[in-house]
């Protein structure tokens, strides 16, 4: 490295590693990296060079071991959701199937709207020693490779075909991580050849820089607008998204609600918005919702939607709400502030909130909120009931009970794909904001173990007295289970609850509730297995590291929690839940899925008539 005239001589890959670890975010009066380190594998395509630059910057860039690269994926959004999207991580793979790898978690991260660099390694750009391992060839188009799948799952893409574009390529892609409508995962494809030439790098480029997450203004003629459909209202109605989270405005959501005396109901990323103590917390909305939630969405005349896209798990495939009710959306991005003819304020969640209410003289009618504020409490006594102990077979609902009783208020709950969402959803007591991460804008499984590895890295940094537990079913875990290994070996430690119902047991439900036979998803049902037998969780759990114990009950699950929250060491608790009893029964909206609308089986056929009765309510787009 020598500097000349202002200038350092860089490689392509010391020089974004070098301009990475100068980038700061100023988060409550502290400057920190606004990249907090990496996830890596190594291989041929970006050892030699991008490795070289991580080595020589370890201290300002940690870079974490991965098993997996869909793993080392989910554990970066894991990291930027815990962060509220203020901090990223990023993955390197090396060329062809490691990068390819990381296709589902770019996926998951561009679903859920959440920031991930990807610095994955790519062919050369000589092409001289083509076909080179691992090289898709495409005869008629010499520079589309697989990093070209990428283009639909990020909002940033880039190729750096020459050193220089380093200076315009970086900082264009933490401008999209760091934005509030843009934000999503950025990709840097870097030639194996090109990660290793050099250039005269001005050294102004690798001065220190603060970024600030950008507060977009909303337009004073749309506040008048949402302003004059709430002051007309009669039941109106809050939804609740991720978004108030990312834009730190619970606290304002709360203030609103209160001075407005509006009924709030939480979306599945909204959750842990509200406190379930909360007066005007009605619950989770839609297919995996409470009925108290859907009972007022059905005659809400004015919905005010913050942060939230109305994914169909929240607005029930549209059905969830009154044809005439008008919808006024508060979104950082405009695409999902105008969906389904809302009046759309584009613009942050805390802002917009402010100037919304500011000058508002306006409450809601006071038997509306009783009558929002009876359904919330008939939905409390239901979830008590379904959380009890003994009220039936070992449960998911039975389990997250037994946690929500004894964990600390600021532990870090975390579930993804399979029937667990669905059920923390329902039936989680939130004990303090931001405290829950259902993913189920991608519902991926494996995501569980891996995004709550991220998350502890996060958390260790600020709540390092804390625990981060996972809610998974044993399908999830057999599909990636192997960062519980990475969890022991950086000591990140996880409570990881392994719930076992014998295979694929929620989706099993969905073909039964259409009519249809079970096949081929619980593992008692699959024609293709002779003599099926169950996974020993414990003992794999334990050969990856971790303190592992199998228990037969609530009771003792309860037991064995507590010792799992004395322990420093990552924990799997084993218990199994029956796979057909003991599903929350109440609290679901109208889904819509596929059905057959011909078949030759009468139960089958009865289940697509009884699926399309439900379509009399849905909101054709408007």
């Keep these: 490295m020598t500097s000349i005239q202002g200038t350092i001589r860089l490689t392509t890959a010391q020089a974004i590693i070098r301009w990475l670890a100068s980038q700061y975010i100023e988060i409550d009066g502290e400057e920190l990296r606004v990249c907090g380190g990496g996830f890596g594998i190594f291989g041929h395509g970006n050892v030699t060079c991008l490795g070289e630059a991580l080595h020589g910057m370890q201290e300002e860039l940690p870079l974490y071991r991965g098993q997996n690269e869909q793993g080392m994926g989910f554990a970066a959004a894991g990291y930027a959701k815990q962060w509220l999207r203020q901090r990223f991580m990023f993955c390197t793979a090396s060329a062809g199937p490691g990068t390819m790898n990381l296709l589902t978690a770019a996926g998951l991260a561009h679903a859920n709207r959440l920031p991930m660099l990807m610095l994955c390694g790519d062919g050369f750009l000589t092409r001289l020693p083509d076909p080179v391992l691992q090289q898709m060839e495409n005869y008629g188009d010499p520079t589309f490779g697989v990093n070209d799948a ?25 401008a999209t991580m760091l934005d509030p409508a843009d934000c999503g995962p950025a990709f840097i494809g870097l030639p194996q050849d090109v990660q290793g030439w050099a250039w005269d790098f001005p050294q102004e480029l690798f001065e220190k820089k603060i970024h600030r997450i950008r507060r977009i203004a909303p337009d004073e003629a749309e506040i008048a607008d949402a302003r004059a459909a709430l002051l007309a209202a009669k039941r109106p109605m809050i939804i609740a998204g991720g978004g108030v989270q990312y834009s730190r405005a619970a606290e304002d959501l709360a203030a609103f609600a209160e001075a407005h005396r509006i009924p709030v109901v939480e979306t599945i990323a909204g959750r842990a918005n509200l406190l379930a103590d909360h007066p005007f917390n009605i619950g989770p909305i839609g297919v995996t919702g409470s009925d108290s939630a859907n ?36 979104n950082a991005a405009r695409h999902d502030a105008g969906k389904h003819r809302a009046l759309p304020v584009v613009g942050d969640a805390k802002r917009s909130l402010e100037a919304l209410g500011r000058g508002l003289d306006y409450a809601a009618p006071a038997e509306w909120v009783e009558e929002a504020q009876a359904e919330r409490r008939d939905w409390d006594a239901y979830v008590a009931r379904n959380v009890k102990p003994g009220n039936g077979p070992n449960s998911y609902a039975q389990a997250i009970g037994v946690v929500n009783e004894l964990c600390h208020e600021r532990d870090r709950i975390v579930a993804a794909a399979g029937g667990l969402p669905a059920e923390v959803t329902a ?13 189920f804008g991608f519902s991926c499984m494996g995501y569980e173990i891996s995004g709550a590895w991220g998350a502890r890295i996060a958390q260790e940094q600020r709540e390092p007295e804390r625990d981060t537990i996972v809610f998974i079913g044993d399908g999830s875990y057999m599909m990636m289970n192997s960062d519980l290994y990475s969890s022991v070996l950086s000591r990140k430690k996880l409570i990881v609850l392994v719930l076992d119902n014998g295979g694929f047991a929620v989706i099993n439900k969905l073909q039964n509730n259409t009519g249809n036979e079970s096949f081929n998803n619980l ?22 590291g971790a303190e592992a114990v199998t228990v037969e009950n609530p009771a003792e699950l309860g037991e ?25 029964a109440q609290g679901h909206a109208w889904w819509e899925v596929g059905t057959p609308e011909v078949t030759t089986n009468d139960k089958v056929r009865a289940g697509h008539e009884n699926q399309e009765r439900g379509r009399s309510r849905q909101r054709r787009g408007v």
């Design 150 to 174: 990428f283009k639909p799952v990020v909002r940033y893409w880039d190729r750096i075909t020459h050193p220089a574009q380093v200076i315009q390529s970086l900082p264009a892609a933490l």
């Design 295 to 330: 009972a007022i969405a059905q005659k809400a005349d004015v919905i005010l939607a913050v942060g939230t896209r109305l994914q169909d798990f929240t607005t029930g495939s549209w059905t969830a709400f009154d044809a005439g009710a008008q919808i006024v959306a508060i």
């Design 427 to 439: 039936n989680w007591r939130t004990l303090d904001i931001g405290t829950v991460d259902v993913e």
């Design 523 to 544: 593992l008692a049902d699959c024609p293709t297995i002779p003599e099926p037998f169950a996974v020993d969780f414990e003992a794999h759990a334990r050969a990856q």
């Design 560 to 584: 064995a929690f507590r010792r799992a929250q004395a322990s420093d060491r990552s924990q799997v608790i084993v218990m199994k839940v029956d796979a057909y009893d003991g599903w929350t």
